[in-house]
């Protein structure tokens, strides 16, 4: 695996470059390829260029631990054609998680970058690792702070609806205690009778 994550580091100019450490625990994986792919291109920097190839390096740690929203852990499939007639193959993420979850990320950030000549040097400056072991202990790394995320107020529509299904699961389950303990009372009273 350190042999996989050292490829292609020598043909890659280090000079100049910061290496970004992202923390993928508990994070979203749309969310965090979009911030990766930012970082890759440099468009973080005020001397971005389109042309010019000016990203950081980025390292993903934890990319076991990445969060889909909704379903697309079942929901959502990897497409790909063998090249012989009728071999369409998929795979779900679920699956594919299982099998290489370093995969999942690569893929997300790749299809977030531009389809040019530099979209190769930028796909080497990215190292995907499952856990939080990384050969580049050496190197000076600077870890990214994800942006918070800014969740927009519910439409007051949608807020009532929610604070009145809120309401009725409480008195749900608070009629079930209630029942509960009615019947513990009745319980305690037969055998308080029979004995």
């Given at each position: 695996m350190l042999q996989k994550a050292l490829a292609g580091i020598k043909r890659i100019n280090l000079e100049g470059?910061?290496?970004?450490?992202?923390?993928?625990?508990?994070q979203v994986l749309g969310r965090l390829a979009s911030q990766i792919s930012t970082v890759i291109q440099g468009k973080d920097k005020p001397?971005?260029?389109?042309?010019?190839?000016?990203?950081?390096?980025c390292i993903v740690l934890n990319a076991k631990d990445i969060c889909v929203t909704?379903?697309?852990l079942t929901d959502?499939?990897?497409?790909?054609?063998?090249?012989?007639?009728?071999?369409?193959?998929?795979?779900?993420l679920k699956d594919q998680m299982a099998k290489d979850p370093t995969e999942v990320i690569r893929?997300?950030?790749?299809?977030?970058?531009?389809?040019?000549?530099?979209?190769?040097d930028r796909d080497r400056k990215l190292r995907?690792?499952?856990n939080d072991e990384?050969?580049?202990?050496?190197?000076?790394?600077?870890?990214?702070?994800?942006?918070?995320?800014q969740v927009?107020?519910?439409?007051?529509?949608?807020?009532?609806?929610?604070?009145?299904?809120?309401?009725?699961?409480?008195?749900?389950?608070?009629?079930t205690n209630n029942t509960s303990k009615r019947k513990k009372n009745k319980d305690v009273e037969e055998e308080a009778v029979s004995t």
């Open positions: 470059l910061r290496w970004r450490v992202f923390d993928a625990k508990g001397t971005y260029a389109p042309h010019r190839e000016e990203g950081d390096m909704g379903r697309k959502k499939f990897y497409r790909w054609h063998t090249g012989y007639i009728g071999h369409l193959k998929e795979r779900s893929k997300a950030v790749l299809r977030m970058l531009p389809r040019n000549k530099l979209r190769d995907i690792f499952t990384h050969p580049f202990a050496d190197r000076p790394l600077e870890s990214y702070v994800m942006p918070p995320r927009r107020e519910l439409r007051p529509r949608t807020r009532r609806a929610m604070i009145r299904a809120d309401k009725k699961a409480e008195q749900q389950q608070q009629g």
